[in-house]
């Protein structure tokens, strides 16, 4: 078994799911008392925040190639970043490393591929729904994607920030949400990329007949997969 090295803390409230998911896979895979080789380096997320809605993300790079060169040093055989939004650095991180990183986005398309699926919504901060290096990503891959519109994508962003990061849940945040999700639906999206770690903690396909992409429970079973090579 590989070991996993996972970037987390952004927020600790979805870092959490992917320990979980991870051992949980592991298990189910291997049996047993079988649980997964993991290395963990969570983060201050209050610093990141701050430097991300100031634009430096040179600055978060450097915090998180720190990490990563951390995760290494300790054994780990690939990189989990823990969030969608830092994956603007992800390359950044690879290279302080040395070591693969396992890029969200890819594991995510390779998902949505598999399913048939060609036109998405995808839901997330205002960072990764509006900037490029997200959504081309998922592009270059043969994915036609739709974001929310300017009241959504706020709304959106918002709810992830004030409530979903602080681990409040609240039915009106979910309400609002799944309408944005009904929104995209009726302008086309065949599925809705949950493309901030946190959302699979507010809504889920049992609340909705649109099909939800998840992309931490993703991105956590193709790091299993990754680790056991198989």
Not at 35 to 64: C, M, N, P
Not at 135 to 157: F, I, M, N, S, Y
């Amino acid at each position: 078994m590989k070991t996993i090295g996972l970037i987390g803390g952004m927020s600790w409230e979805s870092t959490q799911t992917y320990y979980q998911l991870i051992n949980q896979m592991v298990r189910e895979r291997l049996g047993g008392l079988h649980s997964a080789k993991l290395v963990l380096y969570s983060v201050d997320f209050a610093e990141i925040e701050a430097l991300q809605h100031r634009g430096d993300w040179d600055a978060t790079a450097r915090i998180l190639g720190q990490a990563a060169t951390s995760l290494q040093a300790a054994g780990a055989d690939f990189l989990v970043l823990c969030t969608n939004t830092m994956h603007k650095v992800a390359e950044q991180i690879e290279r302080a490393a040395g070591v693969p990183l396992l890029h969200i986005a890819d594991a995510t398309a390779q998902a949505l591929k598999n399913d048939g699926v060609s036109q998405v919504g995808l839901l997330g901060t205002r960072f990764t729904m509006e900037q490029a290096f997200y959504r081309e990503r998922l592009e270059l891959q043969g994915l036609e994607v739709l974001v929310p519109d300017e009241a959504e994508r706020e709304t959106v962003h918002s709810i992830i920030y004030q409530e979903l990061c602080q681990g409040i849940i609240d039915a009106g945040s979910k309400a609002a949400y799944l309408d944005v999700v009904s929104s995209l639906s009726a302008r086309g999206a065949q599925a809705v990329i949950l493309g901030c770690t946190e959302i699979g903690l507010l809504i889920g396909d049992e609340d909705t007949t649109v099909k939800l992409y998840d992309t931490t429970a993703i991105h956590a079973r193709r790091a299993v997969e990754l680790a056991l090579g198989r």
